[in-house]
């Protein structure tokens, strides 16, 4: 595929993820995921397109992944495209469907309902993203800005839009160190306190021989009724030279949600096949679960 053609991705509405499970304001690869949800300075997979689109000017390739698996009692199910073969510009755009039952709030209780029976609390979503990145310093910096509109239609508060903008920054000074800083939905299309405006900065280091190790620290600035701070962190090592093991944690604080994934991944140069999953360490059980599996092609 000639890399003069000119961009797979043209124009189109975008999106990040919504709910109170909005996947953490986020569409998560399976590889991602076994990584303690680490992705603010991965730009090596298309999780930048919702997370931190400064990453999407790093490197440049055209990669193709597909998504699918449990979420938070529920399931999950999309794609993403990543072309940033031009020398200007990368773009990303990506689709997810997600529908959930989490427990009943308050707020989700009807007025009234037949004695015996439990109402039913879905949630579904129709998610399309859209990020762009213009990379600098022969793509050791770039500048990115992602889109979010979500269309949901629930089974309590009935259909709505909601959306967001984020902008990002992502450096990778030397082949083996990447560095991410994103502000988070900081345009919103209406008032969405349950998805405050945030700071997350993240670090990654990546050597051949000994894996990789991440780091991201997200500070909500706005909303202090949803967790202030959460800390993630996620290791991988090559086996083989062809496999992928990967462990990570995930904290969010001041409630103590401590919580532990783990991912197995095989590789070559045309790409991967990833699974991970990602479990609570306290209150366990199989609704709580998460398990994603994802295949990447590159082009």
């Known amino acids: 595929m000639s890399t003069r053609k000119p961009l797979f991705i043209s124009l189109c509405v975008a999106s990040v993820i919504s709910s109170t499970a909005w996947a953490d304001d986020d569409v998560l690869s399976a590889t991602s995921l076994g990584m303690g949800s680490t992705a603010v300075a991965d730009g090596d997979v ?3 397109i919702t997370v931190n689109p400064g990453l999407l ?15 938070y009692r529920g399931w999950v199910a999309g794609g993403n495209v990543v072309d940033s073969r031009q020398k200007f510009i990368a773009m990303g755009i990506g689709y997810q469907r997600a529908v959930y039952e989490p427990p009943l709030t308050d707020d989700d209780i009807p007025g009234w309902y037949a004695e015996g029976t439990t109402p039913s609390n879905f949630k579904r979503y129709h998610d399309i993203h859209l990020g762009a990145a213009v990379p600098v310093l022969d793509r050791k910096l770039s500048f990115g800005i992602n889109g979010a509109v979500s269309i949901t239609e629930h089974d309590r508060q009935g259909q709505d839009i909601l959306g967001n903008l984020d902008f990002g920054m992502g450096a990778r000074p030397t082949p083996w160190l990447t560095i991410g800083v994103v502000g988070r939905n900081l345009i919103p299309i209406k008032d969405q306190p349950e998805f405050p405006m945030a700071v997350m900065a993240g670090v990654r ?18 909303n202090f009724e949803v967790p202030p701070v959460s800390v993630r962190f996620g290791l991988e090592k090559t086996i ?30 045309k790409g991967s096949v990833d699974f991970g999953f990602d479990m609570p360490l ?8 998460v398990l994603r599996l994802g295949i990447h092609i590159k082009t």
């Open 240 to 269: 083989a030279s062809v496999a992928d093991l990967r462990l990570g944690y995930h904290w969010e604080g001041p409630q103590d949600a401590h919580r532990l994934s783990a991912g197995l991944g095989a590789h070559n140069d």
């Open 46 to 48: 298309n999780d930048g």
């Open 282 to 289: 306290q209150n366990i059980e199989l609704k709580a679960l």
């Open 57 to 71: 000017g790093l490197k440049a390739r055209y990669d193709i992944t597909a998504i699918g698996g449990l979420g």
């Open 205 to 222: 280091a990546d050597d051949e021989a000994i894996g990789a190790v991440a780091l991201d620290v997200n500070v909500n600035v706005q």
